[in-house]
Each structure stands twice: as structure tokens, then as C-alpha cells.
């Protein structure tokens, strides 16, 4: 079964450095997501992208984020500035339609550890 | 805000029994609601999806409800295993939030052999 995958499984990073965190969705998907779990909280909505353009971002997502699909089959997120408080697991999902009833399929998630 | 609800304490159930797990919402009205299961260190994974328009869904071992009146469903296990145990989340989708789904902070179900 085709499966979303996420890399790397975790990233350690110094505070005020930038991070990209790669997924590579299903290929047949045309939406896709990049959502964070901070360590026993909710998994809390970051973004989601359609036709190459951000669709939906959450308050979460200001102005150190960042995605990008640049090569039709990766879809990455990046953090210019990395605080502290962006350490979490980081979890990528992709969905073939954004109407009716399509699950998103999920990868295995990046921990993100800012030191 | 809207705002999802789900049994904050972890369940613990002994094996065999069933396991039912709750998802209230307030301020939305869901097109659909999904039930996902995660494991530690894991994605989570879709299970089931339920319509506004069903009353309840059933695969394999698995049981949902929904409530569009009372704002709630219901997930069942019967005839639980301790292969079961995991975190189970709720999500909602509709119009109110542009088809994005809002995610409760999951139920933690622990079940006994």
C-alpha cells in the first residue's frame, strides 16, 4: 500500500537555525498537509497546499514557516529562525480530494529537538 | 471556537470487553468525522469515517455513532485486545472550517490482558 514518507525521523538543530523537513506524499495526492504534535498535546493543523500553492494555514504558521514542492514528488517545510518552542513532532499527510470523504494519509512524523 | 472534546483521562478496559470512546464537539456542524488511531511515535491512522446523514458505521470489530443532535460519537471496540491500545483521535470536516479537519487531543485506551 502506498505510503507517506517523512525525512528525517529526527532532527536536532540549534536554536536560531533553519530546518527543512522533507516528505515525499502519495503520488497520485493532490492535497497535502503539514501538521505539529508537541509531546503529549494535540496533533494542531500548520498548513495545507493544493496546486502548488498554500491553501489553508493555521496561526501557528507565521512567518518562519515556509513550504515548497519543488520537484512535483517532495513537499518540505521550513523554519528560517527555530525557537525552542518548535520542538515537536512534525507530521506530513497527504489526501487525494479535499471534498467528501477522503481520509489523509499520514507519514511517521519528524522529531524536531531545538537545543 | 469550534471545539472538540474527547475523554481526557486515559480507558483502561479489561480484554474482551468493549471499549467505547467519546467525541463531543461544540460550534460546528461536520459534514463528516473521521476516527484515527495512533501509536507512540507513530502517524496517526485513519480507521473510519462516519457522514452526517449515518447513524453508524461498522468495520470489522469497530463500531461508530454519530449524533448530529446531541454533538457526539461514539467509538466502539468489542471484544478488545491488548493490540488495541493506543491513542484515538477524532477529527471533523465540513463547511465551517473549509474541509480542513479539526482534531480532538485523542483518548489514550490502555486494555488488560
Known amino acids: 500500500e502506498p505510503e507517506v514518507t517523512q525525512t528525517p525521523s529526527h532532527q536536532v538543530t540549534q536554536m536560531g537555525q533553519e530546518v527543512i523537513l522533507r516528505c515525499v506524499p502519495i503520488?497520485?495526492?493532490?492535497?497535502f498537509y503539514w501538521y505539529r504534535q508537541i509531546l503529549g498535546q494535540k496533533v494542531e493543523f500548520l498548513v495545507s497546499f493544493y496546486n502548488n500553492e498554500i491553501s489553508e494555514k493555521s496561526e501557528i504558521f507565521d512567518d518562519q514557516f515556509s513550504v515548497e514542492r519543488p520537484d512535483g514528488s517532495n513537499f518540505t517545510l521550513k523554519i528560517r529562525s527555530t525557537k525552542l518552542e518548535d520542538s515537536a513532532m512534525y507530521f506530513c499527510?497527504?489526501?487525494?480530494?479535499?471534498?467528501?470523504?477522503?481520509?489523509?494519509?499520514f507519514g511517521d512524523g519528524t522529531r524536531l529537538s531545538i537545543l | 471556537s469550534q471545539k472538540i472534546e474527547q475523554n481526557s483521562e486515559a480507558l483502561n478496559i479489561q480484554e474482551g470487553k468493549t471499549a467505547t470512546l467519546t467525541c463531543n464537539y461544540t460550534n460546528y456542524s461536520p459534514a463528516y468525522l473521521q476516527w484515527y488511531r495512533q501509536d507512540p511515535g507513530r502517524g496517526p491512522v485513519f480507521l473510519l469515517l462516519?457522514?452526517?446523514n449515518e447513524k453508524e458505521k461498522r468495520k470489522e470489530r469497530l463500531k461508530v455513532t454519530f449524533d448530529t443532535t446531541l454533538k457526539q460519537s461514539l467509538f466502539h471496540i468489542t471484544a478488545s485486545q491488548p493490540a488495541d491500545s493506543a491513542t484515538y483521535l477524532c477529527?471533523?470536516?465540513?463547511?465551517?472550517?473549509?474541509?480542513?479537519?479539526?482534531w480532538g487531543a485523542g483518548t489514550k485506551l490502555i486494555i488488560k490482558p
Open positions: 477529527a471533523l470536516g465540513g463547511m465551517d472550517s473549509n474541509y480542513q479537519l479539526i
Open positions: 462516519i457522514r452526517e
Open positions: 503520488s497520485n495526492h493532490l492535497y
Open positions: 499527510a497527504s489526501r487525494l480530494q479535499q471534498l467528501g470523504n477522503q481520509p489523509q494519509h
